[in-house]
């Protein structure tokens, strides 16, 4: 029998998904210079296509050239030449695969040695302990920043139509700067973006509302928010359940839940507040219970490795299966899983003391397997975490130059 996983899906725009997979958006910082699509993200996202994913969700896009989550970001605005950016559609939905470009702007997540914007609702810095100064202390903005960044995601949104992508996911997770609007910690403002749930997804909802009017209604709008920060105070289950009730009277075609943020990463299992995920499904529990409150396909991402935790998502009432770490290690899962129903993806998860090391450490492993794709070799999943965050770092430091460069000739 084959498994439901396999099977089609229609999303509300009428776009089918061929099946329940999608790769989860994972940062490449593997842009050309220019801060535009090239050579080898076009490798890499056809590898990922071959595979049988169904839907390809692209790392986060920079919505402002100003405002990066990394030097070897993607920038698409509303001057940027489409050309770069039809090539990289094209290549992602090779076999029949659906892509979505994941948009997002970081708020106050930038390092401070890149420069650039720091913007924020209100003007609280990271708190990441002895590593905190690697950030700055953000601008709150005002409501003309606001005004003129709703306008922004809406323009991306309109070039990634035209380019040829399926649709479009506004990053509302992960402590960026929807989310800092989304988290009371972040977001202490006194006027009608803060205070309130209600006030502090404004900029969430007035996001989607542009995006919606300004793209056709075929295209695809999705949605990835924090089932919870995992901080005290912070952005919790009710709250997303909230934002889930508004969004339902949107034309919101997906939903993804995940959670945490650079302060609480339990995207990557861990969380601030001590509170324990499950060991695989990390966000299930939390998934099943605000999809309740859905009327819009919901999916979820974070710690799926095997096809039978797929399996029990799915049986649990939730729509598509998110995973990023599982298919940067192996990027042809789905067709091995239709080989082989008990294969298990390996988990690269770095386990040190200071646990902002090891965060960084188990993302520069999936991120050199990543750049190993993008340069035609295959993944790798016994390399070195020391050596590998050493050799980010240090092609973080290259890139940044290379950024600061785009950013003075802007
Ligand atoms: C290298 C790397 C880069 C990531 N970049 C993004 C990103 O750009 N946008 C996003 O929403 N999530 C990003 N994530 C989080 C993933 O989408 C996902 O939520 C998380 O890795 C947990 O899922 P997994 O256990 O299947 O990897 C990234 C994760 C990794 C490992």
Known sequence: MTSPVFSSFVLPCGITLPNRLAKAAMEENMADAGQIPGAVLLRLYKRWAEGSTGLLITGNVMIDGRAMTGPGGVVLDKHSDIAPFEAWARAAKQNNTRVVMQLNHPGRQVYAAMGGDVLSPSDVALDLGKHSHLFSKPRAMTLQDIEQLIQRFADSAVKAEQAGFDGVQIHAAHGYLISQFLSPLTNQRKDEYG???????????????AIREQVSATFIVAVKINSADFQRGGFDADDAKVVVLAMNELAVDLVELSGGSYESPAMQGNTADGRTLQREAYFLDFAKEI???????????GGVRRLAVAEEVLAQGIDIVGMGTALALNPAL??????DATLSAHDPMVRWKDKTLSALATMAVVKRQLQRMGN???PKSNVSPLFSLVSDRIRIKKLTTRYKRYLANR
């Open 195 to 209: 205070g309130s749930i209600e006030n502090r997804m404004r900029l969430l909802i007035e996001v989607i509302k």
């Open 376 to 378: 035609g070799k295959p």
């Open 334 to 339: 789905p067709n091995d899983w239709k080989k």
């Open 291 to 301: 999809a309740q409150a859905a009327t819009m396909p919901i999916m979820t991402t």
